[in-house]
């Protein structure tokens, strides 16, 4: 998908939220145990009461991973479930000497070779340019690079200042711009370092962040819109435990849509406000 065609679903839908699945086989409602394949079961539920709602679907691969073979097959199938008009993320966190990337690439991108075609791959920036340009070898689709990750542990490297004023976020994302463009390369910033955003922002002004860290984790959508909405909106923001848990019962797609709803409701307004619809 281009970025002009995201941000045609995201003014077409009004909406930029993107739904995280992952399924823990603890929390999946009772009733979906016994079916031949939960997980799948439970995705295709969450999609089919959300798909209207969002633009994008983000599964984190160690959630299928956990599950051997059984769990790769979910993911595969779940990913054969997504309609086309639907941003997906692979939520993978690759990275690796040039020759190891091309095979994450293939595995992520090639769906000939792997039956998986996702738009868009997370990935580590820190093995350097020659980890990252094997993903952006592949037309129309995209890398999403960690620059300031959600959690509390990202003091420990990615905020230390390196060599002149950056720190080390920053220069992530100066660097990396070299290696690839906006239509491209997108960025991971979480929601709880809303500070961040002005920064970030002048940065990459034309680039998409893929923004995790509102609901479970606290982050507030209204603080990163503030400083992190650009032309073309320039942003994912992911929720994935707040909605796909919302309910446990037999009802819990409902509740998952009446979560996500919200988050759809409140997007909708600050595009309006922001003249972005
Ligand atoms: O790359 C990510 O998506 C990611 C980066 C980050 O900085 N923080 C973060 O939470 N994530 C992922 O985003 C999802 C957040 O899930 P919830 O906290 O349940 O909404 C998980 O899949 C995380 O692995």
């Avoid at 990252?132 to 689709?141: A, Q, S």
């Avoid at 984790?217 to 603080?223: K, R």
């Amino acid at each position: 998908m281009t970025k002009a065609q995201l941000f045609d679903q995201i003014k077409l839908k009004r909406s930029f939220l993107c739904i995280g699945l992952d399924p823990v086989l603890e929390n999946l409602p009772e009733h979906l145990l016994d079916d031949e394949d939960p997980i799948f079961s439970f995705n295709k539920a969450i999609i089919d009461a959300t798909e209207d709602l969002c633009v994008a679907y983000k599964p984190n691969t160690a959630f299928y991973e956990m599950y051997g073979t059984k769990g790769w097959n979910s993911l595969q199938k779940t990913w054969s479930y997504f309609s086309k008009d639907l941003f997906t993320i692979a939520d993978a966190k690759r990275g690796d000497i040039g020759n190891t990337s091309k095979m994450y690439a293939a595995a992520f991108f090639n769906e000939e070779r792997s039956g998986m075609g996702f738009d868009a791959v997370t990935v580590a920036p820190y093995m350097g340019s020659d980890s990252v340009v094997p993903f952006l070898n592949h037309e129309h689709k995209w890398v999403i690079l960690l620059a300031l990750t959600s959690n509390a542990g990202s003091t420990d490297f990615q905020s230390l200042h390196v060599g002149g004023k950056n720190r080390l976020y920053e220069e992530v994302i100066a660097r990396s711009s070299k290696w690839g463009n906006s239509e491209q390369i997108m960025y991971v910033v979480g929601a709880t370092k809303a500070d961040a955003f002005e920064s970030l922002r002048a940065l990459a002004p034309d680039s998409f962040f893929l923004v995790p860290g509102i609901g479970a984790q606290g982050g507030s959508l209204a603080e990163v819109c503030r400083f992190g909405l650009n032309k073309t909106c320039g942003l994912l923001v992911n929720s994935a435990r707040q909605i796909i848990y919302a309910g446990k019962g037999t009802d819990f797609a409902e509740m998952a849509r009446a979560e996500a709803l919200k988050v759809q409701q409140e997007m909708e307004v600050i595009l309006h406000q922001h003249d972005l619809i």
